[in-house]
Each structure stands twice: as structure tokens, then as C-alpha cells.
């Protein structure tokens, strides 16, 4: 069992993120730093998720001498196209429209640092989604705030709900943060 010594930072304005954390009853304070996410092309999705996770980390380097931080990015593949957070309205519809009666793959890079150590990983999960209409597209878009999460859509929303067929892997991952993966990666830093 993880049993927190250290202060913990995460490093994520994300609400989802923040609700997890709690959820696992870590004892942690936000703290923002602006970060470029730009990334290498070269780079496959999982890659990118954890090269950019890594760069937050970076950010936080005086920091981390006496706080464990905890830095996340997640991304949405689908065919090989990273679809991140959507700029506008018909760039969600957009992103939505692709993922209607598709799959497509969630993943999250974690990094873990502490003083001159960083423990970085990943997780994939596959989400399946049911065919949407126009209609439900634009109400999902009109009700929820698509606007902060990558591939336009948070599997906690209604749209989870509604257009969730099934998923292979951590739930959680989808949300942002693989918790189980994160629980452990702490448990042995």
C-alpha cells in the first residue's frame, strides 16, 4: 500500500485529473507553469503523450527537490491522427464525426519526478463508440465543454454515456489519468 511521505504537485488544471487524485486520497496542491506541447513528428502516439508529460516535469525541476510531481498529457488517436482539444465548434463537430461508429485509442503519459529522478509511463485504452447523429453531436457540443479535452469528448459526460459501446483497458486512462498504473509507479518510486 502507498503510504504518502512527501508532498505531492500535480502539475494539471484538468478537473478530472484533480477529481482522481482525490479519489485516491493523495494529498497534492495544483500548481500551473505555462509549457510549449509542441512535440517531434517522428513520434508515434504513445510517444508523444509521455515526451510531452516529460517536458511539464521539466518545468517543475526546482520544484521537485521537495515534492513528488506528477505531470500527465493525454492524447486521442484515431488512424494514426492525433486529434487533441478542439479549437472551435466545427472542430469538434469535426473530431465527433470521425469517432461516431468507430475506435480509436486514449493514451496517457505519465511522469513521476522527484529531486534528480523521473519516472515516466503510459497506458492505452481502446474506446469503441456507437454511431452518433448530427443531432446528438451538436447537443453534446451546445451542453458539455468539449473544449478542454483531447479528441473533443470526456467519457465522464453524457456523451460517455450515450456513445460508449465498450472499452478495452483502464477507464481512468480515458479520463485522463491511469490511476491503477500511477497507484503503482508511486508505490515503488
Not at 484538468?14 to 477529481?19: A, G, H, L, T, Y
Not at 494529498?27 to 508515434?44: A, G, N, Q, R, W
Not at 513528488?68 to 491522427?81: G, R
Not at 473544449?147 to 477507464?171: R, T
Amino acid at each position: 500500500m502507498y503510504k504518502q511521505t512527501l508532498p505531492i504537485i500535480l502539475a494539471s488544471k484538468s478537473p478530472r485529473r484533480q477529481e482522481l487524485m482525490k479519489s485516491m486520497n493523495l494529498d497534492f496542491k495544483v500548481v500551473l507553469k505555462e509549457v510549449d506541447e509542441s512535440y517531434p513528428k517522428d513520434l508515434l502516439p504513445a510517444e508523444i503523450a509521455v515526451y510531452i508529460a516529460e517536458k511539464k516535469a521539466a518545468a517543475f525541476a526546482d520544484d521537485s527537490h521537495e515534492n513528488i510531481v506528477i505531470t500527465a498529457d493525454t492524447i486521442v488517436a484515431y488512424n494514426n491522427e492525433i486529434l487533441g482539444k478542439p479549437e472551435d465548434v466545427t472542430h469538434a463537430t469535426e473530431m465527433l464525426t470521425k469517432l461516431s461508429g468507430t475506435n480509436h485509442q486514449v493514451y496517457t503519459g505519465v511522469s513521476i519526478a522527484y529531486g534528480d529522478k523521473m519516472h515516466s509511463f503510459y497506458d492505452v485504452t481502446e474506446v469503441f463508440f456507437n454511431p452518433l447523429t448530427a443531432e446528438q453531436i451538436d447537443f453534446y457540443i451546445a451542453n458539455f465543454n468539449p473544449f478542454d479535452k483531447a479528441g473533443a469528448y470526456g467519457i465522464q459526460d453524457w456523451i460517455g454515456l450515450v456513445a460508449v459501446d465498450k472499452i478495452i483497458g483502464s477507464y481512468t486512462n480515458v479520463m485522463g489519468l491511469p490511476t491503477e498504473k500511477l497507484y503503482k509507479a508511486l508505490s515503488g518510486f
